[in-house]
């Protein structure tokens, strides 16, 4: 994984609203990139307590439960660390406060790379609207990228709290209705699939895995890969420091 510059890339992160949402979209990719000695980083958004139909269930009792799979999941694609913001699932909003938060793990973990949730509600397709928790936690990511991580006079209480500013050099979007950007993950589909096994609350995760195998594939034609993931890719400018 290279840069413009063919500097290699060593660190990334993924910021999703939800446990399982990476599982879901992008797990292929960060499989891959951490068996080619990545280290990768998961922010949440949410505290993910509200992806139930058990009229048993409470928030606080799924908000574990969900930390422990996205945890186990973790372990299998071998990510570096999972971070949980903890705002409430289902109401988030692209804040000041939630771009501030975003804006701090980046400086903190420093990733070269970023992947994020689509920011935009897509109306093309049709039984899916599109979750707004997804669209609010794609819009934070991207802001805090730019300008708010990279610049030492926005929320300068970072910069207080010892986080320097940070550039990162590429981001990729998932779910873009116009990707330019295809990944091999034909490497990594195997371990993404038992990823997405590890959310054992969450019903779309246990039934999606051939379905998703099967995407990939689809993705793949055309490309001369066998299966892939697909991204609207950026590269940003990373201005000289002197």
Not at 48 to 53: A, E, L, N, P
């Given at each position: ?9 060593r660190r ?5 609203a939800?446990?399982d949402?990476a599982?879901?979209r ?6 891959t ?5 990545m280290e990768?980083?998961y922010?949440l958004c949410?505290d ?6 058990d ?8 908000a ?12 299998v694609l071998g990510?570096s660390?999972?971070?949980?913001l903890?705002?409430a699932?289902?109401?988030?909003q692209?804040?000041?406060?939630l771009?501030?938060?975003?804006a ?12 994020c949730?689509?920011p ?5 397709g049709?039984?899916?609207?599109g ?8 819009e934070?990511?991207?802001?805090a ?9 926005i929320f300068?209480?970072?910069l ?16 873009h209705?116009e990707?330019?950007?295809w990944v091999d993950v034909t490497e ?5 699939i038992k990823a997405l ?8 995760a246990?039934?999606?895995?051939d379905?998703?195998?099967?995407q ?5 034609e055309?490309?001369d890969?066998?299966?892939a ?10 201005p000289?420091?002197?």
């Open positions: 994984m290279t840069q413009q510059n063919d500097d290699p890339y990334a992160m993924v910021v999703v939800h446990a949402d599982e879901l992008c797990s292929g990719t960060v499989a990139w951490c068996k080619q000695g990768i980083v922010v949410t993910s307590s509200r992806g139930s139909r009229r048993n269930m409470t928030p606080e009792k799924l574990a439960i969900r930390v422990k799979e996205q945890r186990a999941a973790g372990k990510l660390d999972v971070v949980f903890g705002y699932d289902g109401t988030l692209p804040t000041l406060e771009r501030q938060d975003i701090r793990e980046i400086r903190r973990y420093k990733p070269d790379i970023l992947i949730q689509y935009m509600r897509n109306l093309m049709s039984g899916y609207l979750h707004p928790d997804h669209i609010a936690a794609g934070a990511a991207l802001a990228v730019f300008p708010s991580a990279r610049d030492h006079l300068g209480e970072l207080e709290e010892g986080f320097e500013t940070h550039y990162v050099r590429e981001v990729l979007i998932m779910d209705p990707p330019d950007r990594g589909v195997d371990t993404a096994m590890a959310h054992e609350s969450q019903a779309v246990r039934n999606a895995a379905r998703i195998q099967e990939r594939k689809r993705l793949a055309g490309h890969m066998e299966y993931e697909t991204f609207k890719q950026f590269n940003l400018r990373v000289d420091r002197t």
